[in-house]
């Protein structure tokens, strides 16, 4: 998909969907809602979904002109979507959300809003999940993994996790590419130079469909992908300050 050029004024929501039949056309709504009066733009990344999520989603497009939809030809996971959806998107700032609707749209425009405030610095605004409406297995190795990435990558993130984030276009196109990049933005940012800040954010449950993940699964690419960014870390050199001269 080729680069587009971004427009300064305008803020892109970036959900990656699979399977979200149920969630998603609820979940693009209440994004249009938290948006309302400000420049804004929705893009829903279908990664090749077997259900009806497409085509509720184009159901939706007559009463939101703002939202547009990305189709992926085959199945490449959420951090394909994401980025995907990043090269598509209009906006300097982009927000992205999870498509399960666990994220709350509503704290979406205050993360965009302190990265807007922020200096140029500032790539990358988390969210942290409090009060989280998932099992406790899930809860409990979510805070093991994230303890030992965060000692290990020195990220400054409490809950990587958390889909809900806000960040510069420019400076997610700066990372470096790989399948799970989405877990892993805070210490990419910190790599490419940029400081990230982090805020609270509410946390839903599931109310329809399945976790695309199990805690095995999670848990194996981990290992792997701790390792790829502790030797991009080793591997960093940056030039700063750079200058015409």
């Not at 405030?117 to 979510?142: C, F, M, T």
């Not at 954010?201 to 999670?218: D, E």
Request: charged share 25%.
């Amino acid at each position: 998909m080729p680069d587009t050029a971004s427009d300064p004024s305008l803020v892109s929501i970036v959900v990656p969907v699979y399977n979200e039949e149920g969630a998603c056309a609820e979940l693009a709504q209440e994004i249009a809602a938290a948006f309302k009066g400000r420049p804004h733009e929705i893009v829903f990344v279908d990664d090749c979904s077997k259900d009806g999520t497409r085509a509720a989603l184009l159901a939706l497009k007559t009463d939101l002109p703002q939202l547009r939809l990305i189709a992926h030809g085959a199945n490449s996971g959420q951090s394909r979507a994401v980025r995907s959806g990043v090269m598509a998107a209009r906006g300097d700032i982009v927000v992205t959300l999870d498509g399960d609707g666990q994220n709350d749209p509503a704290d979406a425009p205050a993360l965009a809003d302190r990265l807007g405030a922020g200096p140029p610095e500032l790539g990358l605004v988390g969210g942290e999940r409090v009060k989280r409406q998932d099992s406790a297995a899930k809860r409990i190795a979510s805070r093991v993994a994230n303890g030992v990435r965060k000692r290990l990558l020195n990220d400054q993130s409490n809950d990587t996790g958390c889909g809900l984030k806000a960040f510069r276009r420019e400076a997610f196109l700066r990372l470096p590419y790989f399948d799970h990049i989405h877990r892993y933005l805070p210490a990419l940012m910190i790599r490419e130079g940029y400081s990230v800040a982090f805020m609270p954010v509410n946390h839903r449950p599931r109310t329809t469909g399945a976790s695309k993940y199990t805690n095995l699964q999670r848990l194996w690419a981990a290992f792997s992908d701790l390792q790829g960014v502790m030797w991009l870390n080793r591997r960093a050199r940056r030039p700063e300050p750079v200058s015409e001269i």
